[in-house]
């Protein structure tokens, strides 16, 4: 009894590591030789670990690029609820990306949204959805040879897992309130749209990524459309902050 009194104790005191899949968010080194790194994760939505001493040797250093803007990754983590930091065991890539990170047009997409995901995604609980939605659209981009509206799309869609997403368009409908997130056939506010935006919004509500192929716009025209859309997240999400590389981003497709 007393024996099995303490291997009940020891195992209690045990790790338990447990697998989860995740995509990397954000990356951020710590004192000397420390990274922290903030993940999307399947099983728990976002949560940040601390890989300690990673950068300590080259050989450690060579595990950081499995921790590249929008990897997709299984994680074997050590997982403790009152922890801010969670420890990782095992990393092993679920998709490897083929140009995601070295296509220099993609690598400013994936620049750029991984710093809208990282700044709009909080949630520490579990949201299977959203998870397969970012696995699948960021695997149909690296697979995909026309994109250059790729990211108006993705983020388009991303407001119904944010709980914004704009209305069913009518026909009829004339104007679209940025605030309220409806299509109205008056306009009677500030933030009401019309003209090409409103146009180029009624085109991309309800397609897939694989109809953007129809979808003609310039350079200038996809600059307005992306600044209206940031603008939108910004009215629904009051601590949104306008990416910093969102300049990068015109640069690449000027």
Known sequence: MKQRLLKSLSLGKSKMYTKNNCIVLSKLKYKDYDLIVKCY?????????????????????????????????????????????????EIKPTYIYKTLHTNIYKSAIVLFLSEILSNVLKE?????????????????????????????LFLLKLTRYLGFQPDYPKKESQYFNLQSGTFQTYNNSIYTISGQNLTLLKSLLGINFEDLITIRINAKQRQDFLNMLLYYFELHLGDFKKPKSLQVLNDVFH
């Open 124 to 152: 520490e609980e579990k949201n299977e959805d959203l998870f397969n939605y970012l696995e699948a659209s960021l695997q149909y981009l690296d697979a995909e040879d026309s994109f250059s509206n790729f990211h108006l």
């Open 41 to 89: 994760t399947q099983e728990r939505g976002v949560v940040s670990y601390i890989l300690r001493g990673i950068l300590r040797s080259k050989k450690s250093q060579t595990k950081t690029v499995y921790f590249q803007s929008l990897s997709q990754l299984q994680i074997e983590e050590n997982y403790r609820p009152n922890n801010s930091l969670q420890s990782i065991r």
